[in-house]
């Protein structure tokens, strides 16, 4: 393999990265980019194929995919609202159900789809009415295409079911973990960067989304005490009140509310390993898409927690709002973004489009690509992809040390680095951010070395190493990130562990990998996730138990 000497000139290096934003995106996407040195796509002054993310909130057309360069990304996969419209995500949700039991995907309620399973809704209504003993349920009907809390009803008696359009109904949870008495869900941001092969990342910040009003089953209505929506809790005269227990606002970060479990001994990391199987579970149910290139999708995945601590998946969001309406909003938010241009990796791309913009000349003097080792691509910026190695620790395992360390080890990926900050310092270098932060991970005996060392001067490593890298690592991702040539077989190829505070959650495996190849194989994860569950359960879970009453009883 030869790579262009020319392709790593200074002028092309200092080039910025355009973006364009559709009317309507929200306003902390184009700060971000600014940040980082980027500027915004003129169509009187550029090319129209000159620009390297395109943002919109609403979906592109096939037409926009079909065109798409590859220096180019769009941030929404064609057809990704099979799981964002309430109605289309139950009927995947009761396919995969029928198809691969119960037992997995008893994370959603049962859902009725109105008006068409208004006969079936009504003799589940009546059978329970019916059953002695039993104490009625509550249900709660949703507008299948609407989002913000809006049009939602939560009713007991079927008299108050009324509806004028294409609604959701299903089983109200009437038993949600509460904190001083606020009900609260979870919004978790997950980032798909493929659907062939499979390919998600979840992001460990988060919001924690309170009601600014106590939960109380006798007032149905009361949409402060039932709904966390931020867009209806905002307007509430508890708002900008202090809570005890929850404070002013409505929201918390997952940093928090993970402090808050650790402190009455909750084990979070078990219920975060279940989160994570909903969401892998939930994007299964609409692989594969149709075939689309340089497309990403974040969606935001809102979960509720029952006072036994069970998730449930209340709904999927296509456009998960990046609105500012407090400075846990912000600090968030803003991070959330820097860090999705990380995982889009522009430094790859970039190259490719200035040398593809500005022609590649046959006559220009050509460089060869050696293999002999890590030595020979270290120099050279290029494509990340991995080298498998016999011995070399996860990205979680050297995190502290890399952090720690800083000052010595030559310029520390984004991948890790930028976690210890909200984003990145604005300098005159801002623009060669995207291209120049190569990762490189030491190896397990230099990174044991700089943990000992630091040990022994008395000062531990980066502190936000062990509160913000709380998810696990895939166990297969025991290889190295290096710098490479321009193509390598797909088979080659795997995805980063990490990259800022998003983690790698599938593929998980070996196995999950394969199975994702050349054609998602649904059945094989299926099986695989069968494995992961079950040593998920044994003693963590009878520990979970232990807790759970002291936990909602100190609440």
């Not at 180019?72 to 109605?87: C, G, M, S």
């Not at 084990?267 to 279940?274: A, E, F, G, I």
């Not at 000992?452 to 696990?472: F, M, T, V």
Request: glycine share 4%.
């Amino acid at each position: 393999m030869e790579m262009m000497a020319d392709d790593y000139d200074t002028r092309g290096i200092l080039r910025p990265l355009v973006f364009r934003l559709h009317e309507n995106a929200p306003a902390i996407v184009r700060e971000v980019l600014l940040e980082r040195g980027w500027t915004e796509f003129d169509k009187k002054e550029r090319d129209d194929a000159d620009w390297n993310l395109y943002w919109r909130n609403s979906p592109f057309r096939m037409t926009d995919h079909h065109s798409v360069k590859p220096w180019q990304r769009l941030n929404h996969y064609p057809e990704a609202v099979r799981i964002t419209r309430k109605d289309y995500l139950a009927r995947h949700l009761k396919r995969m159900k029928g198809a691969y039991g119960s037992a997995l995907y008893e994370f959603s309620p049962v859902a009725f789809i109105m008006p068409n399973d208004y006969v079936k809704f009504v003799a589940e209504y009546s059978k329970e009415r019916q059953s002695v003993g039993r104490r009625p349920s509550y249900w709660i009907c949703k507008p299948v295409d609407l989002s913000r809390g809006r049009g939602i009803l939560i009713f007991q008696d079927i008299k108050d079911l009324v509806y004028d359009c294409a609604v959701v109904v299903q089983k109200y949870i009437s038993n949600p973990l509460l904190i001083s008495g606020y009900k609260m869900d979870l919004r978790l941001y997950v980032c798909v960067t493929s659907f062939c092969p499979l390919t998600i990342y979840a992001y460990e910040e988060g919001l924690v989304r309170f009601a600014t009003e106590k939960f109380d089953l006798s007032s149905l209505d009361n949409v402060y005490a039932h709904l966390t929506n931020t867009s209806i809790n905002k307007y509430g005269v508890s708002y900008k009140k202090y809570k005890e227990g929850i404070g002013c606002g409505c929201k918390w970060t997952f940093s928090k509310f993970r402090s808050y479990l650790r402190i009455f001994g909750v084990d979070d990391m078990l219920l975060w390993q279940k989160i994570n199987n909903i969401v892998i579970l939930t994007l299964l149910a609409v692989t594969p898409l149709p075939v689309a290139s340089n497309c990403f999708e974040l969606f935001g995945f809102d979960i509720l927690i029952d006072d036994k601590f069970k998730p449930w998946l209340l709904e999927v969001n296509y456009n998960p709002a990046l609105c500012l309406d407090c400075s846990i909003d912000d600090t968030v938010k803003r991070k959330l973004l820097h860090d999705v241009v990380e995982l889009l990796n522009y430094k790859q791309i970039d190259t490719f489009r200035q040398n593809q913009m500005a022609g590649i000349k046959a006559g220009r003097r050509r460089v060869p690509w050696s293999r002999a080792g890590k030595s020979a691509t270290g120099e050279i910026p290029g494509l990340f992809t991995c080298q498998k190695v016999a011995k070399c620790p996860s990205a979680s395992s050297v995190q502290p040390a890399m952090q720690a360390t800083r000052g010595s080890i030559h310029k520390v990926a984004t991948l890790t680095s930028k976690t210890a900050r909200a984003h990145p310092k604005k300098t005159l270098t801002s623009q060669l951010r995207e291209r120049m932060n190569v990762p490189k991970i030491p190896s397990q005996a230099k990174a044991e070395a700089e943990i000992k060392q630091l040990s022994e001067a008395g000062r531990s490593p980066h502190k936000s190493a062990q509160l913000n890298h709380w998810l696990p690592t895939p166990d297969f991702c025991n290889y190295e990130l290096t710098t490479c040539p321009y193509f390598l077989s797909d088979k080659d190829q795997r995805p980063f562990p990490r990259v800022g505070g998003f983690v790698l959650i599938f593929p998980f495996n070996e196995a999950a990998l394969q199975a994702s190849r050349d054609g998602t194989d649904v059945k094989s994860i299926i099986k695989e996730i069968n494995k992961l569950v079950s040593k998920q359960l044994p003693s963590k879970q009878q520990n979970g138990k232990k807790r759970v009453g002291y936990l909602t009883s100190a609440i």
